[in-house]
């Protein structure tokens, strides 16, 4: 640790001398870690988007929404809104925002008006996400329509931003192996020490809180996005939520069911569940989500998966052989750009961040495994691979960037209060094993909240039962790791007039997986208000293996777009664009 710190401080010592002698500007600066958001917008998408030479500072928040040039083509906006709506003379939070133009003119006729977008969490930046991907979406629901992201309060470009931390030097110390997810089963102390540094992190929330630390939740954030509406000149919400944003979607349509226009939400949780701090019930599909990779590698043959076995069962042998390996001997490893070890819990996280997103993850993880099975783990460690940290020292390089712990405040804000004794930490791992066996990597979520400050509870946490003004749209697959299909069912039941769309398919989110029809459903639920009829499934179009013939593999997708208008085939490429990059976390800390 003392070696560790000293690298660092040498480091930022030396950058700041740089950076002293050639800048009249103060030395104090507000920092983000790298590679630590689980939105996997990723530091490269950072750095991408700082080329354009936009800085978020040009932009002062205002009550009325302006929007200025940004990122290429983009637009951008602050609004600023009443950080305690109970109060709302006094403080204010300003929240970011960028747009994708609708490609009609907002005076024509057809022109129909903005969709905000969450891309889960919570944490998520809203921002990046639709800056990296908006043109597709906006290609899934037609021209006629802006997309719009935003960060929730606290998180990313909006401000007062969450933060636990005095520099990002601190922080990237305390952020170590345990920080970045031990699976509980890794040692005999992995659960004690996950419950240990949850507490120092509530101690943290605490103790660096600003007074506006309270005021980061779902109830806060839905207000938001109604000043965000209603700054657009409407009244009626349209919205696309994934994953957490099932959460703050189906919270906005319980607060505001009069203000709803269309509102989608993409991944349902258990709503109930979340704000009573249980995370209890998300891992139902979980195995069933990793039994379609097993069968699925088992189905495509030698050719088709690279850790293919001639039964299932073998199959799962295989893998325990590489577990009962990575737990003896972890791998040390050395790669081009960073270095590490390849060890159990390494291997633990990256099959279960393939869950969520099979159709671009199980070819890679198959690879994986293949090469941990002779002992070469360097396929495994890049697929878990983030930025090295790097020193900054210009006081607006890192203001507006994501940080970990700003997902944490939102969960623990939402949430009951967790008791911080021990025996309840294994009281609840216990109970969550008998459920999954994926437990070992989902019990660290509730861990920062253990000491979490004792806030008062007095925001929106249900019921979840509304007459919304127009119908809700609710998107399940068959086996999604973390948000099972039976919630949305549950959550469905609150909504009057509320459909469940079923996509046939592994994976969390719509987007996990390409299908034309589930698509093809939201657009025409955006545009002209149709609802799939009650039991709709709809199938995907690529296989889980894609063949490991490239030429027949192309000819195949050829052959199928053939026979699609050209419309549909915008369509269907926009959703593959987005099945290979779309890798929403819920929650963050995953």
């Not at 950080?83 to 006729?109: E, F, Q």
């Not at 006081?395 to 911080?420: H, M, T, W």
């Amino acid at each position: 640790m003392v070696w560790r710190l000293t690298r660092i401080v040498a480091c930022c010592l030396s950058l700041f001398a740089v950076w002293f002698f050639f800048s009249e500007e103060s030395p104090y600066a507000k920092y983000r870690v790298q590679g630590q958001t689980g939105q996997l917008v990723g530091d490269g998408v950072f750095k991408a988007l700082a080329k354009d030479n936009f800085s978020w500072e040009s932009i002062s928040p205002t009550e009325e929404l302006i929007w200025t040039d940004c990122y290429s083509d983009n637009q951008c906006a602050r609004l600023k809104v009443p950080l305690d709506y109970a109060n709302p003379d006094g403080t204010s939070a300003a929240i970011a925002m960028v747009r994708i133009h609708s490609g009609v003119p907002h005076d024509s006729a057809s022109y129909r008006g903005p969709i905000l977008i969450n891309p889960g969490g919570p944490g998520g930046s809203g921002v990046d996400f639709v800056a990296r991907r908006g043109v597709s979406l906006s290609t899934i629901v037609g021209p006629e329509f802006d997309i719009v992201g935003f960060d929730p309060r606290g998180i990313g470009r909006s401000t007062p931003k969450v933060s636990f931390f005095a520099n990002r030097a601190e922080r990237e110390i305390w952020s170590g192996a345990d920080a970045n997810g031990l699976s509980m089963n890794a040692s005999v102390d992995a659960l004690s020490r996950a419950w240990a540094r949850g507490i120092v992190d509530g101690q943290l929330a605490g103790e660096r809180d600003d007074g506006s630390l309270r005021f980061m939740n779902t109830d806060q954030t839905a207000r938001d996005m109604l000043r965000i509406v209603q700054g657009h000149g409407h009244e009626k919400i349209q919205y696309w939520g994934f994953s957490y944003g099932s959460i703050l979607g189906a919270s906005f349509a319980s607060m505001f069911p009069e203000h709803v226009g269309r509102l989608v939400i993409d991944g349902v949780a258990d709503s109930e569940n979340y704000f009573a701090s249980e995370w209890s019930n998300n891992l139902i599909d979980a195995d069933k989500v990793w039994m379609s990779f097993v069968d699925g590698c088992v189905t495509a043959g030698p050719d088709g998966c690279a850790f293919f076995a001639p039964t299932a069962t073998e199959l799962l042998s295989n893998v325990e052989k590489i577990y009962a390996s990575l737990r003896a001997r972890p791998i040390p490893i050395r790669t081009n750009t960073s270095f590490g070890i390849a060890d159990y819990s390494m291997l633990r996280r990256a099959i279960f961040a393939s869950l969520y997103s099979p159709y671009a993850q199980f070819p890679k993880l198959a690879h994986a495994l293949s090469d941990l099975s002779k002992g070469n783990g360097t396929a495994l460690f890049k697929m878990s691979e983030t930025p090295a940290f790097e020193c900054g020292c210009d006081p607006s390089q890192y203001r507006f960037e994501s940080v970990r712990e700003a997902g944490s405040a939102v969960l623990c804000n939402d949430g009951k209060r967790i008791s911080p004794e021990y025996e309840g930490v294994v009281a609840h791992y216990e109970n969550l094993s008998k459920n999954s066996s994926w437990a070992d990597v989902w019990e660290p979520i509730r861990m920062t909240c253990l000491a979490w400050p004792d806030f008062p509870k007095n925001h929106f946490q249900g019921p979840f039962i509304a007459n919304t003004s127009f119908p809700v749209l609710l998107i399940g697959n068959t086996a999604d790791p973390v948000t099972p299909l039976w919630a949305a069912q549950k959550m469905s039941n609150g909504f009057a007039g509320s459909v469940v769309l079923t996509q046939d398919s592994p994976g969390h989110c719509s987007l996990a997986a390409v299908s034309l029809c589930t698509h093809k459903h939201i657009r025409q639920y955006f545009s002209n208000g149709t609802l799939p009829g009650p039991g709709t499934v709809c199938t995907v179009d690529d296989p889980l293996f894609p063949t490991s013939d490239l030429d027949v593999d192309a000819n195949e997708k050829a052959q199928v777009a053939l026979t699609l208008s050209q419309a549909d085939r915008a369509l269907l490429e926009a959703v593959r664009e987005l099945a290979k990059t779309f890798d929403v976390r819920f929650p963050t800390a995953i």
